[in-house]
């Protein structure tokens, strides 16, 4: 809770605090251990998708040919 606040937004946050029924100070606190939970709760990695087309069409052309079995 060091960040500077300016006037104006400080008075938006007492009216924001007030609406609550909660002090400025345990206001600022409720909202930055919000804050932490969200960073923390973040939802997990999307697994990798599948290689496309042209990805698939290289791999293939970089293999090398097969020769043919007498």
Do not use: C, I, N
Not at 6 to 12: E, I, L, M
Not at 32 to 59: C, I
């Amino acid at each position: 809770m060091d960040r500077k606040m300016t006037a104006s937004q400080r008075a938006y946050e007492e009216k924001r605090a007030a609406k609550a029924g909660m002090s400025l100070d345990k206001w600022l606190a409720s909202k930055e251990r919000e804050r932490q939970q969200a960073t923390v709760a973040k939802k997990p990695a999307e697994p990798a998708k599948p290689p496309g087309f042209f990805s698939r069409l290289l791999d293939h052309a970089h293999k090398p040919l097969k020769e043919k079995s007498r």
